[in-house]
């Protein structure tokens, strides 16, 4: 099983857009956390697991987009995004971002 650094999560709770094959289907869903490395949403409807999309996030007139990888979805839609390939401007975006938000409380590590 890989072993992931754990990185601080940000309690965002916003609108965003997910575009699936080269930006043809556009699904409306909810970010619930953010971290440097992915995010946390809720309403991923058809989205596969493994399918790379493309995340959109419009925050304080400022848009953010990003490819990333489905890692894991549930029942529920809800599901967890990889960033992929992060450039200069998202890592400002998040930078910017990251300091209007909370840190969400860290989980219990669970044992190996």
């Given at each position: ?6 990185v601080?999560?940000y309690l965002f ?27 946390r ?5 058809p ?12 925050w304080q ?5 990003q ?7 549930n ?38």
């Amino acid at each position: 099983m890989e072993r992931r650094i754990p990185v601080p999560r940000y309690l965002f709770r916003g609108p965003a857009k997910l575009f699936q094959a080269q930006g043809a289907v556009a699904v409306d869903i909810t970010v619930l956390n953010i971290s440097t490395n992915g995010c946390r949403v809720r309403g991923l409807g058809p989205v596969a697991e493994e399918e790379v999309c493309e995340l959109a996030i419009t925050w304080q007139g400022k848009e953010f987009r990003q490819e990333a990888k489905v890692r894991w979805k549930n029942d529920r839609g809800d599901g967890g995004l990889e960033f992929l390939r992060m450039d200069e401007r998202g890592i400002a975006f998040l930078t910017e971002l990251f300091g209007t938000l909370r840190l969400e409380p860290p989980r219990p590590q669970s044992a190996t």
